[in-house]
Structure formats: structure tokens, C-alpha cells
């Protein structure tokens, strides 16, 4: 496949997502006409007076932020698992998978109910999830070490997974605020319902640093690829490496779980499929899952609202149903392979 | 280059792997390192291309090999692994990956590596298979990917593990021509001894983590040493100062 080939995968990704954004808006309890939502896109964009105030705020204020929460969220979420496969050598890699959401939702439970780091003046919920993610990843890759059997890896995470998820369950166990155990759910099973500009603030910082390391880093990711011993032979510098895809992922992860709990699978999906489908080399691989990405997640955010409406099935349990059956797929596969 | 290894001991676990060996490799020649399984041949190799500390006990044209930095020690030493990549790369993007030492971070591979990975993909003839896969690729065409990513890296030194193992007799030929056209130093282990008394200037003969001979090929392919070393019986035949080793 040449270059041209996989720009216009890219572009041809890059229509589709713009396509699935925008009819994703009118998706939702209340069903909207084009000229309404066109008015309201015009009014947000050139800061006009629009012509229906209640169905500007609705369209302004809650469906354009999850759109754009959800597209980015994906994108971010792809991303960190390509990553993530890439620093462990490993296809089966992915933050859920491994426990790093469950990390980083029990981060960001505990500085909600336990008000975790609230000294700080910002963003004390992103950095608790961040301790907590970055904990699991680096455990996951402690207790990996050398050992390349990706099984092992996926029964570690699992292991670190399970811990993370009872310390969640106990943390909000521990609320005495109602409103906050009920939001037990929602750390556990991820959901887009309450997204507000601020999140999407959130998640496109964490989409913009992972793009732009994975830019500076191309080569030391591509050779990565090669092995770990190839990789240290060729002279790269491994550990500071790990050590920074590691902290990179880590704030990548804690950002999008902070803003929509634990959304599993997605970065296990999209690179599987767009590794077959354009390059298993980061370049074009990054720029196609992150499109993708952004595209599925918008997809089954808006099954999910609208399936069971005016009720919301949690997202994590869309992706879940999706992403269980394939991962199980490439486990017998990796299996059979060793 | 020159590279002398002194007195290197190393255990794993309680297990001594290497007991005291000292050898040096110098000038464009071909080494071959020979011995039983688990005599430490692969473990010496691995202290000589820094996968394991060293502790003084190597050094490379009088310097310390830990005082080598990294990037500047694989300009000049390529490896060729016994692993492939698990990832499914295609072949001119694993061979021009040897170009990495000669790149600083964040600049990209340019002209003058894809000129370089291209002359080197047409002289192991790999042109034709340069944007397949690697898993597509049978295990001798493998083989020589990894031999190109070792020359792309333009090194003074290439070692090898074991590289015959799974090959046919055509690509282990092959491959032993490509090492012989070489222009400097190889250091191999082997299993074939027959390949190694055709192919290699010097032997380091190993057992039980110690080098038990060494010299041209004609003087350790001899009978006594070969069965001292592997605990059989060979049979080898000085042909008119070429041996044969019938197994």
C-alpha cells in the first residue's frame, strides 16, 4: 500500500466522522429538524441571537459537547491503546484490559467522595485518576517485565483490573452522599450523559499531547516494534522511553476516564482493525484509529441514547458487547500462535 | 575494531554460564563460536552487543564497553536476534529501522536512508518483497530481512545467534556468502560445523562457560577437540586442509 493510498483512507475516515458527528446531533430523546440544529450551529459558531433559545441551549449545550466529547474520547482512547500494544509488545494490550481505567476511575472516585488532592487549585479529579492509572500501568509493567507471553499480560491485567474496580465499588461504598453512589454506575460502566464544555476542554488537551508524541516519538514507536532487546541494541534509549509513553498514556487515560468513566475496548477494536487495514508503522496507523475511534465511539454513544430511549444504556456496556466478542477472538488466535 | 573480553564471569540464579572467558576479536574476519547447548555461547554474545552489564570486563579498542555510548555503539555493532518482530511490519520499514542510530530524536528518516535501505534491499535482493509483510514471508526470506537491517545499519561489526537454525541449505549458503562479502568483523555462534570450517578465519570452541579452544578452524575441527567439547564421537576428515565433519 502506498502513501496516497492510506492519505485517502485517512480522508475518506476523516468524511465519515464528520458525517457521523453531525447526524449524531440530531440523535437524542428530542427528535430536531436540520434547520434548527443548522440555526444553532450558525448561532454558536458567529455568536448570534438564534432563533429558538430553548432548542439553541440544547443543541449548543448538551448535544454539540458529547458529540465532541465522544469523538475525542475515542480518539484518545484508540490512540492509548496503540500505545500501549507498542510498549508492551503485545495486541491484546488496552487500558481497560490492563487496568488502567480501573485505575484511574478509582482515582477519580476517591478525590470525589474522599476530596483526594483537593488542595490543588485545578483538576484535582484528573490528577487522583492519574495516580491511580499511572499505579496500574506501572505495575502492569513491573510485573511483566522481560517476558513477552501476551497472556500473562492480559491475566495481570486482569489481576490489577480487579483490584481497581473492588477499590472503586468500595470507595463509593464509603459515600454517604447519595448522589454520589449513584454514580456508582456511571464509574464503572462509563457514560457520556452530562458532558459539558469543560470535559471536551479535558479530553482535547489529552488528544493534542498524544498526537503530538506520537509525532516526536515515530521512530523510537516504530522500532519498538521490533522488540524490546532490538530496540535497546539500536540504540535507544528504552527506559527513559517506556517511562514516557507510560506517563503519556497514564494522563491520556485518567483525562477520558475523569470526564466519562470506564469505556472499555475501543483501543482494542479500532488498532486491530486499522493495523490490517493501513500499516501496523504508527504514522498512518495513529492518524486512521484515532479517526475511527472518534467515529465508533460517537456511533454507539448515540445507539446508546437512543436504543432504550428515554432511557440511557451505559456506553461501556455498547463497547463491551462489541469489543468482548473480538478480544476473545484474538485471544484464541495469540493463543494458538504460541 | 577490536574487541577483548577478560575473565567475564556471569551466573544466573546459581547457575554459572560463564566461568572466566577471555577471547578477542579483531580485523575483518569471520568468528565462529561452537559448543553444546548451553555451554554460554549465546550469553557471551549478549555481554559483547550490552544486553548484560559488563562490569570492565570488555573492552572495545581500549575503551571500556560501558563507557560506549549506546547510540554510537550501534553505529558500529549490528545484531541479528534469533526473534522476528511480532508486529507485522513491512520488509523496507524493518530494514530501514537499522537506520536509527545514525537519527536524532524527532527527525525523520530522509533521502539518504531511503537511498541506503534501497541499495541494500536490491544487493539481498529484497527489492520485489520490500511493502510485503513480514509474516508473509517464508522463514529463509525472513532471514535475510534481518541480515539487511544488520548491513543498513553500516556497521563495523555484525553478530549473529545462531542464524542457520531453521534454514535450508540454499539460504544457509546464501547467508554464509552475504557474511563472507561483508566488509568487517562477524561474530557468530553456530551449530553446523561444517559451515564453520568453511566460512570462518577463527574458533572459539566452549563448554561448561569456558573456552576450551581456539584458532583457525584446521586446528580446533580436529576430532579430539570436537569430542572433548560435545561429549560424542565426530568423525572429521582433513580433506587437503579442508575438513569435513560427518555427522
Not at chain 1, 450551529?41 to 458529540?67: D, H, I, M, S
Not at chain 1, 465499588?169 to 460502566?189: D, G, M, P, V
Amino acid at each position: 500500500m502506498n502513501k496516497s493510498t492510506k492519505r485517502w483512507i485517512c480522508l475518506g475516515l476523516f468524511a465519515l466522522l464528520c458525517a457521523t458527528a453531525f447526524s449524531a446531533l440530531f440523535w437524542g430523546s428530542v427528535s430536531l429538524d436540520s434547520g434548527t440544529v443548522l440555526d444553532s450551529l450558525r448561532a454558536f459558531v458567529t455568536g448570534r441571537e438564534a432563533q429558538n433559545k430553548n432548542l439553541y441551549n440544547l443543541v449548543v449545550q448538551v448535544r454539540l459537547p458529547r458529540v465532541c466529547l465522544t469523538v475525542l474520547a475515542g480518539a484518545v482512547l484508540s490512540i492509548v491503546g496503540i500505545l500501549m500494544q507498542t510498549l508492551t509488545g503485545n495486541p491484546l494490550a488496552e487500558p481497560y484490559v490492563l487496568g488502567v481505567s480501573s485505575g484511574a476511575s478509582a482515582g477519580a472516585a476517591g478525590a470525589i467522595v474522599f476530596q483526594w488532592f483537593a488542595f490543588l487549585p485545578v483538576g484535582h479529579v484528573v490528577f487522583s485518576a492519574f495516580i491511580g492509572s499511572f499505579a496500574a500501568i506501572a505495575l502492569v509493567v513491573a510485573l511483566q517485565g522481560r517476558s513477552t507471553n501476551p497472556i500473562r499480560l492480559v491475566l495481570t491485567g486482569m489481576g490489577v483490573s480487579a483490584f481497581f474496580q473492588a477499590a472503586t465499588t468500595f470507595i463509593i461504598y464509603c459515600s454517604r452522599n447519595e448522589a454520589q453512589a449513584r454514580s456508582a454506575q456511571y464509574w464503572l460502566t462509563g457514560s457520556f450523559s452530562g458532558s459539558n464544555w469543560s470535559d471536551v476542554r479535558i479530553a482535547l488537551i489529552a488528544l493534542i499531547v498524544l498526537l503530538i508524541l506520537c509525532r516526536c516519538l515515530e521512530k523510537e514507536l516504530d522500532l519498538l516494534l521490533m522488540g524490546q532487546d532490538v530496540a535497546a541494541q539500536s540504540g535507544m534509549n528504552l527506559r527513559a522511553i517506556q517511562l514516557v509513553l507510560i506517563l503519556v498514556s497514564a494522563f491520556a487515560v485518567s483525562a477520558v476516564v475523569a470526564v466519562s468513566g470506564l469505556v472499555g475496548f475501543v483501543g482494542l477494536i479500532i488498532p486491530h482493525i486499522m493495523r490490517r487495514a493501513v500499516d501496523a508503522s504508527h504514522r498512518y496507523l495513529v492518524l486512521s484509529s484515532a479517526l475511527a475511534g472518534g467515529c465508533f465511539l460517537t456511533l454507539a454513544d448515540a445507539v446508546a441514547r437512543t436504543a432504550f430511549s428515554p432511557q440511557e444504556m451505559p456506553i461501556g456496556v455498547m463497547t463491551a458487547f462489541i469489543g468482548a466478542p473480538i478480544f476473545i477472538l484474538m485471544i484464541r488466535r495469540v493463543y494458538h500462535a504460541h | 575494531m577490536r574487541i577483548e573480553v577478560s575473565n567475564l564471569s556471569f551466573s544466573a540464579g546459581n547457575k554459572r554460564i560463564l566461568n572466566g572467558v577471555s577471547a578477542v576479536f579483531e580485523g575483518h574476519r569471520i568468528y565462529g563460536i561452537i559448543g553444546p547447548n548451553g555451554c554460554g555461547k549465546t550469553t557471551l554474545l549478549r555481554h559483547i552487543y550490552r544486553q548484560y552489564p559488563v562490569h570492565g570486563h570488555i573492552r572495545v579498542d581500549g575503551q571500556a564497553l560501558e563507557s560506549c555510548a549506546a547510540r554510537d555503539y550501534a553505529r558500529r555493532v549490528a545484531v541479528m536476534m534469533q526473534s522476528y518482530p511480532e508486529a507485522d511490519l513491512r520488509v523496507a520499514e524493518v530494514v530501514q529501522s537499522g537506520r536509527y542510530p545514525y537519527k536524532r530524536v524527532m527527525v525523520p528518516y530522509g533521502r539518504e536512508d531511503e537511498a541506503i535501505t534501497e541499495q541494500v534491499l536490491r544487493q539481498t535482493q529484497l527489492w520485489d518483497l520490500r511493502k510485503r509483510r513480514i509474516h508473509t514471508l517464508s522463514g529463509g526470506e525472513r532471514q535475510r530481512v534481518m541480515i539487511a537491517r544488520c548491513l543498513v545499519q553500516e556497521p563495523e561489526v555484525i553478530i549473529l545467534d545462531e542464524p542457520t537454525n531453521h534454514l535450508d541449505i540454499r539460504y544457509r549458503l546464501e547467508l554464509m556468502e552475504t557474511l563472507r562479502a561483508f566488509d568487517g568483523m562477524v561474530i557468530m555462534t553456530l551449530h553446523e560445523l561444517n559451515l564453520a570450517a568453511r566460512y570462518c578465519d577463527f574458533i572459539y570452541a566452549m563448554k561448561d562457560g569456558r573456552i576450551t579452544a581456539s584458532g583457525l578452524p584446521v586446528n580446533v575441527l580436529q576430532p579430539e577437540i570436537l569430542n572433548a567439547t560435545f561429549d560424542t564421537t565426530i568423525p572429521a576428515i582433513d580433506h587437503g586442509g579442508e575438513i569435513f565433519i560427518g555427522v
